[in-house]
């Protein structure tokens, strides 16, 4: 099976072609500045020099993250491209993972966890710890151990810490910035030769072949970036945001252009009832002096019913959701309630997403035909 792989995410644009575990070709250019010019020219080289064409790949596979914000983004349009057109199956590869891969040939695979760092700048590393299963000839599948990490170097020692129960190997840029830092922590841990410690896009084709194996792949769709650190202009939206107890002149502010503005579904009656409830709490995101969202939650013994949240239509997707989930959960917390349910409509794959791969709500039942007498909502509870 011919594989052919890339990866854009640091300062190395790489491409690879291999047939299952064996590299045909593997070339690789150090500008990070050039990805966008250098990598079509790239696959076409990789492609030519192996006398194949992309009717002859069997699997695509891209570095997805974490990264260079835009180094990503070129990598994964690239790859999204020649699915559609070929309708060749995709695997997305963390950048954490593939370094990994760069030590599985010589780590005891058994009893040895694999760390893999990358600088973040500042004190700051994103961090994945890993562990390998073997199957067949003795390569590994990758088992998480931990969440991928963006944090500060200490608070990401302290995480290890808790995990590690077995020898440990550090690869990546990140192990060699705090070497002396890690060997005073672990002192009898291991750590990869420099030539290991930048991401490859030969080891993102070691990945896909296992996860090919496991029937981890899907169509273009299925790839996206991981952000574990948000861009400079993300941050800086989001700390012009404001979250606060909502009021009676907030409501009269909104009530014109409700329906509108924010969504058809709620109805401004229904929420003037609710926030007049003695058992409610709510709370309002304003950005720029505008009520941009509002969030509420309705405490029925030791459970906060989440009752709406709701951003501006122009404004989703700014993180203003987050942030006023994340106010609901602190207040819940502080008047010691136990749990959080709420109901999300089941075509809203932003909002599920957010529910379950930011804050861990599970999913616990469904009710049919709860939106407009159409759509499906599905039940979702978070332990606090």
Known sequence: MKILSIDTSSKICGVT???????LIHLHNYDERTHSVKLMPM????????NLKLDDISLLAVCIGPGSFTGVRIGIATIKAFADVKNIPVVGISSLESLAYNVSDYVNIENTLVCSLIDAKNDNVYCGLYSFKPINSGNGVICNQIDMLAENIDITISRIKEALDNNIVFVGDGSEVYFEKLKSNFPNAKFAESNLN???SNSISKSALSKYSQKLYGNSSSISPIYLKKSQAERALEEKIQILPMTSKDIEIITPNFQTEFDEFW???????????SNSTYYIAKLDGEIVGFAGFLKICDEANLMNIVTRISKRHLGIGKKLLESI????????????????NDKNIYAI???????????????KKYYNNTDDAILMS???
């Open 17 to 23: 072609i291999s047939d299952n575990e064996k590299i």
């Open 43 to 50: 696959i076409d080289k990789a492609l030519k020099d192996t």
């Open 198 to 200: 930048l991401q490859d």
């Open 329 to 344: 959960i602190e207040e819940a917390k502080k008047q010691n309630l136990k749990t959080i349910t709420l109901e999300v």
């Open 382 to 384: 978070m332990s606090l």
């Open 267 to 277: 109805n401004i009656n229904n929420l003037k009832s609710d926030f007049e409830n």
């Open 353 to 367: 997403n957010l529910y379950e791969r930011k804050f861990n709500f599970k999913r616990i039942g469904l009710r």
